[in-house]
């Protein structure tokens, strides 16, 4: 579905991809990992047709930088930041929705799944909203069409728990339907939605895995975690995940499937109070 | 098309969101509103009065910021948005190259033009109110100038934006293009040329291809036929062009030479990396 051949991209004397190989297939939902300059976005980029580059990106069969709008139709994408701009919402979904052929109905309906008010939106400026609330508008969008290729650059760093756990459901909706490519700087943070760990540095691919995916994005865990003493930061981290305690030692609470890792690793921070950790998969 | 046309009224409603266009909109309506408040229909200039003598002033006053605000505006807000990753986002989106630029290009000429000639309608408006006589002649013409000297600098500054990868480099770039211009003015440079033995027919072929000068040139012929004001020169340029003529190059010349600009910027764009 998707490869790279030999692809190189160099700025001035810097080379950023430096022969990169790599070949996509249907299925595949892969956690594009490394650190800051290790070619991630240049990757993205030469794959939506935005940069020039030596070597070949296929998408199809088809150059993504000359068959740019059959390419680009097929592909939603959520860029890490958030665009600036100043259109309203109701404007910046009507213009997506016609130039992707798509209902604007079906944003909507995705945006309102994750918690939105498009009412109350629709006539704010994009630039003016909340660092979430730009986030789920931007995957409204993506996932809000019929996109066979789904390209999100740290997609789900700006949502509350609730709004990562409704996200991972859309995702698991169209994780038979799309090809998703995830990037993201920590593996933990995305390793529950894919089934390949792509890491990248210095502009070349320097692992490539299969990995487990027997997590159901759908499934919700059912958790108790009960702490030696009261504690007032521990408090306000695990209140971030919508638990409550009645009296600041035992706190219950759901945590989505595919977020477990990443509430692991919230926990680990306060390894030195905690008791006891109970988590059981939600009967369906 | 439509992609075109969706394109040119994004960037529409983003512009008349920033705050670049409200200055903008305030300098061109606020000129006209003093020229009133300063009772400049009284006076008199060339036996020019009322409503023309507005339009006199107005124009020179129009040509001589317009060029500078459009070349600046359009290159902050073009490379500006390729910095803040606008141009990542919605060149994700499935559209042609072609559509995007051009619909750009588009969208900021209707915006960039609608003040100016808003601004001269309100002048008109308000003339009819108080029973003033209507020069329609020369607000045509006056509205063709003005539309040319948007359409020119638009193309330029496209093509800076094209150019430059970043905002600063491409104001830098726009500032200097417009000094340049400025330096070639009859008044500065070409008096320098001529006193050191320079043809007259170069400077005034010099003067020709100039944008600035043009319009100059042209506002003043469409109040003082003969070009008195100019001198010998201006035996050079209306026994070449006759004064229809040179209104007629003072229009075609720049919407040429703005078409040809960004059409180089598009090309430029289209070939290079995008955001």
Redesign the interface.
Known sequence: MIKFDNVKKTFRRTEVLKGMNLDIKKGDRIALVGSNGAGKTTMI?CL?G???CEGQVRVNGMDPREE??????D?G?V?Q????????VG?LIE??A???DADPGEMISVLERLGLDFNELKSR?FVKLSGGQKQKI?ISIALGREAKIL?LDEPAANLDPEARHIFFQLLAEKKDEAVMLISSHRLDEVAALVNRVIEMDQGIVVLDDRVEDEVDLNSVLNSEIKIKRVDEAFAKAIKAWSFESEDGTSWQGQVAGPDRLRFLGVLSRYAAILKDIHMVEQKK | M??LW?TAW?DI??SI??KWFIVYSSVFGGIVVLLFVFGITESRIMGFTGLTRLLITYIQLTIAILPVFVLITTVRSVAG?RE??????????????AAWFWGRFLGRFIVVFLPVFLAMIGAVIWASIKGADIPWGLFLSYTGLLLAVAWCFLGIGMLISSIARSSDVAQGLAFMVWLTFLLFLDLILLGIMIREGLPSDTAVILSLINPLQVFRTAAMVLFDPQLVILGPSAYIILDHFTETGYIIWSIVYPVSLGTLSAYAGYYLFK?????
């Open positions: 980029r939506l935005e940069y020039t740019r709008k059959l390419v680009l139709k592909i994408f860029p930041l958030p665009p600036p701009l100043k259109m309203p404007q213009f997506s016609s130039l992707c400026p931007l390209i | 439509k992609h969706l994004a409603i983003e969101r920033a948005d803040a990753g606008v141009f990542e986002y919605l060149l994700s989106l499935p559209i042609s190259l070939k290079g990396d995008l955001p």
